[in-house]
C-alpha cells in the first residue's frame, strides 16, 4: 500500500508540485504522464524518500516513511539519469548495486529480466561502450536487484527501440501481478494501466 498525501514541493520561488495526493491499495500498474519540468521526476524522488517535500507525508504500508528504516529495502528505483558506474563492467555494476543491499547476487526477477533484455552477451562490456538503450536495460535490472515491493520507473520506455518498447511494457504489465508498480511518461502509453496526469503540479486522474 502506497500513500501520498497533500505533497507540496517548490524549487525556489515555484511550486513543482501543489497538493499531490495518490492512494494505491494493492498491486497495480499505475502511469503519470506530463510535459517536461512538470514534476513527474520530483514526485518519484519523494516517494523514494531520496528529497523530501516542502509539506506533506508519504505512507507504505501505512508507514511514514520518515519513520520506517526499512522503506529504502522495498523501493526500486529507475531513474531517467544513468546510474550506472562507466568504468565497470554490466555485471560488476550489478553486483555492486546487490552488494549494497547486503545480497550476494541479484534478485531471481532482477535475473529474468537480465536475461529478458537480452544483456547476456554485455555483461563483460564496461558501461562507457554501451549505447543510450543499453544502458537504461541495464538501468531497469538495477531497479529491481533486491526485489522490491514497489517500483518507480522514470521515462522507462525513453531510448529503446520498439522491440525493448514492446518488452518492457509487457514486463510493467506482468510485475505488477506482484508489485506496485509507477512509471512516468512525457506522452500517453498505449498500456493498460491506471492513468494520471501532473497538469500544473496537480495530478489528476
Not at 528504516?69 to 553486483?95: A, P, Q, R, W
Request: positive net charge.
Amino acid at each position: 500500500m502506497l500513500e501520498v498525501h497533500d505533497v507540496w514541493k517548490k524549487y525556489g520561488k515555484t511550486w513543482v508540485l501543489k497538493g499531490v495526493n495518490l492512494k494505491i491499495n494493492k498491486n497495480a500498474l499505475v502511469g503519470i504522464v506530463g510535459d517536461n519540468g512538470s514534476g513527474k521526476t520530483t514526485l518519484l524522488k519523494i516517494i523514494s524518500g531520496l528529497i523530501k517535500p516542502n509539506k506533506g507525508r508519504v505512507k507504505l504500508f501505512n508507514s511514514d516513511i520518515r519513520e520506517n528504516l526499512n522503506y529504502k529495502s522495498m523501493i526500486g528505483m529507475l531513474f531517467h539519469e544513468n546510474t550506472l558506474y562507466d568504468e565497470l563492467t554490466v555485471e560488476e555494476n550489478l553486483n555492486f548495486y546487490a552488494k549494497i543491499y547486503g545480497l550476494e547476487k541479484m534478485s531471481d526477477i532482477a535475473a529474468e529480466i537480465f536475461k529478458r533484455m537480452r544483456l547476456e552477451n554485455y555483461k563483460d562490456t564496461k558501461v562507457k561502450d554501451l549505447s543510450h538503450g543499453m544502458k537504461r536495460r541495464v538501468n531497469l535490472v538495477r531497479a529491481l536487484i533486491n526485489n522490491p515491493k514497489i517500483v518507480l520507473l522514470d521515462e522507462p520506455l525513453s531510448g529503446l527501440d520498439e522491440k525493448s518498447r514492446k518488452t518492457v511494457k509487457k514486463i510493467m504489465i506482468e510485475l505488477s501481478n506482484e508489485k506496485i508498480i509507477i512509471f512516468t511518461s512525457p506522452t500517453e502509453v498505449n498500456i493498460d494501466c491506471i492513468k494520471y496526469k501532473l497538469i500544473n503540479g496537480v495530478l489528476v486522474k
